[in-house]
């Protein structure tokens, strides 16, 4: 009998510990609707959130023109001299805002990719969507010479097309996570053969800027990709959130989200139809910036030790982590200032391997 009762005990202990560390609290409105907060959850977006901001401001400060915080707050608000307010706005702040959106993009849709692909490795660049929107930019710059606005809506359609394509492949009587992971690991191994052959068929000065846009970095970026993207995001990002309940009952299965009244493959769909549109912009305004979309939903989601996607973390992990990485790749390397990409692959390729390690040793791959 004893042998029977104390892992009944042992579980209700294990529950109530997990409800104690998780502490979740109700918000009813004046009409009768109510909202479920995670306490730790949103006390960690919060302070991810203001992470960001303090960076973006300490980024925008930091330069051969070095600026307070306070002086770039008063530029920001019209209290600053002419000479301070071009630096700011024509100079730094463009690029400090790409890095945000591009991080909150990649990051958000990361998480989306995790969530439906059920594996911490289904990450956008990953899978191929990234690859895919270096042809697309490549075929631009090699076959056609574009300039700026056409490299970027190449890998936009590059990016696009390739997600749909993948869909296609993946799909057999809906969308299952370990097949959809196998088609985007063989689509990125092919897209990254066209890459190269896109490579020799270059000539020097036109192998040059692909090889510079394909290693992803925020240098020159101006309001010209800021309100683009901005669009993008205002649109999307407010989309996937939207979603965030159904993608949290998708972890737990087709057959208990169908139970729940989840539209699985509709949900599925339309989730990752706008990561992909995310991810093809973002890649658009920065170049393919390896990991971010890897590395933000699992550093989220261990800090905030809450299940489910965590979209809004996700997103605001993302930033931090880009525009943390654009300073140090500015200011950590002497006169030689390295592209961003360098170093967000760099750090993404030993946390991808410590993952590797510790899915290994649970036994999941």
Do not use: H
């Not at 890459?195 to 020097?204: E, G």
């Not at 000065?205 to 992803?216: D, H, I, K, L, S």
């Not at 309940?245 to 989840?262: F, H, K, N």
């Not at 989730?271 to 973002?282: H, Q």
Request: net charge positive; charged share 15%.
């Amino acid at each position: 009998m004893s042998s029977t009762v104390k892992p009944a005990e042992g579980t209700k202990k294990r529950a109530k510990r997990a409800t104690a560390a998780r502490r979740v609290t109700s918000v009813r409105s004046a009409g009768g609707l109510s909202l479920r907060l995670d306490v730790r959850a949103v006390f960690v977006g919060l302070l991810l959130l203001a992470v960001a901001l303090a960076a973006g401001i300490a980024l925008v400060g930091s330069g051969d023109y070095p600026m307070t915080p306070a002086e770039v707050l008063s530029a920001l608000t019209g209290g600053g001299n002419a000479g301070q307010e071009f630096i700011v706005y024509d100079l730094r702040l463009p690029r400090v805002l790409v890095g945000l959106l591009v991080g909150a993009a990649f990051g958000i849709s990361g998480a989306v990719f995790q969530t439906v692909s059920r594996n911490p490795l289904g990450s956008p660049d990953v899978l191929g969507f990234a690859q895919g929107s270096s042809v697309g930019a490549l075929v631009v710059i090699v076959y056609f010479q574009g300039g700026s606005f056409a490299v970027a809506a190449g890998a936009v359609v590059g990016g696009v097309a390739t997600g749909v394509a993948i869909f296609l492949l993946a799909w057999k009587r809906g969308i299952q996570g370990y097949r959809f992971v196998l088609v985007g690991i063989g689509a990125s191994a092919m897209l990254y053969a066209v890459v190269l052959y896109l490579l020799t068929k270059a000539n020097i000065v036109e192998a040059t800027r692909a090889t510079t846009w394909m290693t992803g970095s925020l240098n020159g970026r101006d309001w010209d990709q800021v309100w683009p993207l901005t669009a993008v995001c205002a649109v999307l990002v407010p989309l996937v959130l939207l979603y965030g309940r159904p993608l949290r009952m998708l972890e737990m299965g087709d057959d208990a989200a169908y139970a729940l009244g989840v539209r699985v493959d509709r949900v599925r769909v339309l989730t990752l139809l706008a990561s992909v549109l995310l991810v093809a912009s973002a890649t658009a305004a920065a170049g393919p910036i390896s990991f971010v979309a890897l590395t933000a939903p699992q550093l989220a989601r261990r800090l905030t030790r809450s299940p489910g996607p965590n979209l809004l973390p996700s997103a605001l992990m993302g930033a931090v982590l880009l525009i943390a990485a654009d300073w140090a790749s500015q200011r950590l390397f002497g006169a030689e200032q390295l592209p961003v990409g360098v170093l967000t692959g760099v750090l993404g390729g030993g946390y991808l391997l410590w993952l590797l390690a510790v899915e290994r040793k649970a036994g999941r791959i």
